[in-house]
């Protein structure tokens, strides 16, 4: 796992055009690159396999983004990319973690579930899709043990 640079967005981008019904573009991931956010890929085999975006703020951060390309999904990397972000979260004193995440996308459900996120809300009609507009699920984890704790205490 490494930072990502300007010249991996042209395979991150063509990962998220593949993983992502509503991918973002080659401009919001230079300006989370431009903003200072953590941008970080995996590889395998010099390929970019996988990739997330992290935004700090303060004590907290926000995972905006992250992708594993089709041909590896379901071997884990998704489960190490964002491990690696919570580890690095925990780094620099982080609290906790937020993310919003699809109603109909239960595998990542599942995914942020086994690490530790809980469900802490609800936005209505946050994403497009293809009827128009989807729920998300606003999800948190919390950092340190004593948070934890307290949140699901």
Known sequence: MRDMTLADIDAVCAIEQLVQPYPWSRGNFTDALGSGYRCVVDEVVGQ???YAVLMPVLDEAE???IG???AQQRKGLG???LDAQMQWARTQNMQRIFLEVRVSNLPAIALYRAVGFIEIG???GYYQNAAGREDA???ACELNKEAQVKLHG
């Open 137 to 139: 699920m606003a999800m």
């Open 48 to 50: 970019i396999v996988s």
């Open 122 to 124: 609800m936005r209505r």
């Open 79 to 81: 489960k190490a990319m």
């Open 68 to 70: 594993v390309a089709a």
């Open 63 to 65: 995972l905006l983004n």
